[in-house]
């Protein structure tokens, strides 16, 4: 089994700052990927931005250029820094884990607000 511990949520004004972190503990295995989904409501949970266990990244076309994704000393951690966040960017933030292709470990999830 593994369990997802996340962080760093809250309310943020447009255009301001948010780091999230997630940390994995567990059956871990040295290939897999990480990464954030968010899922806004009444919308499905999408993906954010992943990173591999060797450092591939991927983001989603809405996030490019402002969030970036990384992994902590702990390969079992990761972060999310998230800049220049808008209104659009609310959502609840869940980390996944995933050692395998379409095997989803998931996080409580942590809420995001973008407002004024």
């Known amino acids: 089994q593994v369990q997802l511990v996340e962080s760093g949520g809250g309310l943020v004004q447009p255009g301001g700052s948010l780091r999230l972190s997630c940390a994995a503990s567990?059956?871990?295995?040295?290939?897999?990927?990480m990464g954030w989904y968010r899922q806004g409501p009444g919308k499905q949970r999408d993906l954010v931005a992943e990173?591999?266990?060797?450092?591939?990244?991927n983001y989603a076309d809405s996030v490019k250029g402002r969030f970036t994704i990384s992994r902590g000393n702990a390969k079992n951690t990761v972060y999310l820094q998230m800049n220049s966040l808008k209104p659009e960017d609310t959502a609840v933030y869940y980390c996944?884990?995933?050692?395998?292709?379409?095997?989803?470990?998931w996080g409580q999830g942590t809420q995001v607000t973008v407002s004024s």
């Open positions: 990173i591999t266990s060797v450092g591939r990244t």
């Open positions: 996944n884990y995933e050692p395998a292709i379409g095997l989803h470990y």
């Open positions: 567990g059956s871990i295995i040295s290939i897999y990927t």
